[in-house]
């Protein structure tokens, strides 16, 4: 495994967590805050299995290309996440996430893990518009993701670290809006990314999910989710994935089940990254209002 392959690794195992990060569409990625004074829980969790990497040829040309055998990557995250109502139309929210990382290679004896705590995110959430019915609203985003992950890895190349050990800033936007049973966000963020752990720097990314949350009864929602993540230019590339899933509801706890499907991987020389063709993705919400 060259250097430009472990780096790739360290890379795009940690943008794994920041794109779960943006996925649901009730709190998350909605313009929706919770009333002032109360607190609500959530938690979501992904695992990956990836099946492709970026690869820059001595020849110059580039593409995805699927792994060699003998080669296994997979990431896992557990995320807790902690939000407060400031006020109605303001709410803080911190994620406390847990990443594992393993991996096999042909140039390895056996296969290596990383666990441990990922990188905590701080992200308040700030409503600036509510129609007079409640609909449509709109809310201004902003984030810091600290580098408290581990960024040493499992060897000299930082393979499998929880962290590139950048300090990252995000702002952004969104929208939500009903229209009969079906509820639509559109969310758009910035991440300005700091110099990594090795002293490169991280590339900067725009994220944009639009999600449909169409209820068929109080209980059950089915939900229809489109995620798209971009780098700058000169260094850019594309991912597109379908998220389709379905919800639970009670009176305080929402459970919900989808699938992040990849639709898109192309990509451009100077990225090296890695993608999966499909990957299980669920989350828990438990309001103490």
Known sequence: MNRTTALALTAVLVLAGTHGAQALPIV???????????????????????TMSWDESQNGDSGWIGFRDGTHITAGSFVPRVY???????????????????????????????????DIIVDPKIQVYRGDDGYPRAAVLIGVRFPTGDTDGVDDYRTLALSDGSTDYMAGGVITHRVGPVVGHACATYWANGTKASGSNAEDLWAVLFSLENDLNENWTILWEFKGVYGRAPSEFHRTYVIPGIMWHSKRVSVGVSSLVSMEAVGKAGISTLDYDWAPYLRLYYRFF
Request: charged share 15%; proline share 3%; hydrophobic share 40%.
């Open 28 to 50: 998350g990625a909605s313009a929706n805050t919770i009333p002032a004074g109360t607190f609500m829980l959530d938690t979501w969790g992904i695992w990956q299995s990836f």
């Open 84 to 118: 407060y109502g400031v006020t109605d139309w303001l709410t803080v929210r911190a994620a406390l996430p847990i990443e594992d990382r393993y991996g096999e290679f042909e140039s390895w004896e056996a296969g290596r893990s990383n666990t441990g705590l990922g």
